[in-house]
């Protein structure tokens, strides 16, 4: 028979397409031995196996190009590019030229469109195997080198790398000096932040560094050229060896038994498919929040990157989870303490709170004056500022709706004034009128 003779065959006798796909690639497409694996090995095939995986996708913040977890992926077809092991570590050249390849990873993530409130921060490292010239970076789905010997990530306004061994960063065919020199051995983090749209760069988890700003693109896939007989290992994640604050991978794959815990778990909180309401605060007390103003209330909805106030998607949920390598109540509730220790974090703490207005406001362009108190407690801004109370009394009797300027500034207004209101400079004139009606309302009373 034709092998879709023989798939059309073994459908009919209800075997699903996955179970007969995996059946006929374990036994070359031999249909009578495909068969009798069905009938033997039932507990083996992916429709019942509990440590096959799942990648999970969610819109476009994490996206899977092929059924199965990250992997590098030799797109370009260069033969000097040599991708072993099993697809997702090992990646060499193969050639004693000084020709260039390159390769890139089957996960991109993005900003999600226009429902996503916080776009996250992602991160994998690259073990040096050999001392080579080599760049590491990200890429826009359009970079592709082809069978070219010489293009290389950083080359064009479509790639972003660095190479140690050089010393230099590179984008747009310019390179500058940056970072320390590499060896073998060592590990090469790099992180983008689609928030403050920034990449960074860390050595054996020394202090990361910011290698280029103004990364606008929507979407960027992990990248890599080799040069000579330069190896590398390559780490998506979930496990690092020097992963950043606030910084996940771009593994987001699941065995099937760990997917169904956390449906399990989801479906318990959930109603009618849903968690929501008074529900998320009941799985929120769970993790540790002990009111509507805990900061857990606010991380937890920034770190899943919840669309909706006090809403949590199935998507949501299982992309949140999975990247984190949680599925029972126990080690979500661990995870979620080490998100608050994540906030003391000055980087976090301001893509945190960017998040919180977003996700406050609604469909609304401001906030009202209640919500944007309660956002304030979420962030703790009650418990590190001294001049709290009067500026919230501020608010309330002023009771106007807090613009995203106002919102935004006034982190900068605390860090400038702290608690001292002498502090206060009437000529400066660089704050919101919001800021200034406060400062002169209630600073300068009090100052005098």
């Known amino acids: 028979m034709s092998n879709v003779t023989d798939a059309q065959s073994l459908k009919d006798m209800g075997f699903s397409e ?4 995996h ?61 072993t092991g099993d697809k997702r570590l090992d990646l060499g050249y193969t050639d004693y030229h000084y020709y260039w390849g390159s390769a890139r990873a089957s996960v991109k993530v993005g900003r999600g469109g226009e429902k996503s409130l916080s776009t996250g921060t992602w991160y994998y490292e690259v073990t040096l195997n050999s001392r080579g010239n080599c760049r590491i970076g990200w890429c826009i789905p359009t970079f592709n080198p082809g069978n070219s010997h010489d293009a290389k990530v950083g080359d064009g ?40 749209n920034k990449i960074y760069y860390t050595v054996n988890g020394s202090k ?63 109603e009618e498919g849903i968690i929501q309401g008074v529900n998320t605060l009941k799985y929120l007390r769970d993790m540790g929040a002990t009111g509507a103003t805990h900061p857990i209330v ?16 199935l998507e949501e949920w299982m992309c949140t989870w999975a990247l984190n390598q949680c599925f029972d109540v126990a080690s979500m509730k661990s995870c979620v303490t080490s998100w608050l220790t994540e906030i003391q974090d000055k980087r976090c703490f301001t893509n945190y709170y960017n998040f919180l207005f977003k996700y406050l406001k609604l469909a609304s362009t401001s906030l009202p004056p209640a919500s944007a108190i309660r956002g304030w407690m979420l962030c703790g801004i009650d418990r590190r500022w001294g001049l709290w109370n009067n500026f919230k009394e ?34 400066d004139g660089s704050w919101p009128l919001y800021l200034e009606e406060f400062a002169v309302s209630k600073l300068m009373v009090l100052n005098k």
């Not at 996955?18 to 796909?21: G, L, T, V």
């Not at 660095?162 to 984008?171: R, V």
């Not at 709706?401 to 002498?422: A, K, M, R």
Request: charged share 25%; glycine share 4%; net charge negative.
């Open 18 to 21: 996955k179970q007969i796909k």
């Open 23 to 83: 059946a006929l690639k374990e036994c070359s497409d031999n249909f009578n031995e495909a068969l009798e694996y069905l009938l033997s090995h039932p507990s083996t095939t992916p429709e019942e196996d509990s440590n096959a995986v799942t990648p999970i996708s969610r819109e476009n913040i994490i996206e899977h190009n092929e059924n199965e977890p990250p992997h590098i992926t030799n797109w370009t077809n260069n033969s000097h590019i040599q991708v």
């Open 157 to 196: 306004s479509d790639s972003w790398g660095i190479d140690g061994t050089k010393q230099k960063k590179y984008h747009q065919a310019k390179e500058e000096s940056f970072g320390r020199d590499w060896s073998r051995g060592d590990i090469i983090g790099t992180m983008i932040d689609f928030d403050t």
């Open 208 to 270: 990361i560094e910011c290698a280029f700003t103004n990364v606008t693109a929507d979407q960027l896939i992990p990248c890599f050229s080799l040069q000579s007989k330069t190896k590398i290992t390559v780490n998506f994640g979930p496990n690092f060896s020097h992963k950043p604050n606030g910084a996940v991978g771009l593994n987001s794959s699941l065995s099937v038994e760990n997917k169904n815990k956390l449906e399990v778990i989801y479906n318990f909180y959930s």
């Open 298 to 313: 606010g991380v937890v909805a920034w770190k899943m990157n919840a669309s909706k106030l006090l809403t949590i998607t």
């Open 394 to 427: 501020h608010v309330e009797k002023k009771n106007e709706p807090i613009t995203l300027s106002t919102w935004n500034q006034l982190l900068n207004f605390i860090d400038e004034i702290g608690d001292d209101p002498s502090k206060y400079d009437p000529d």
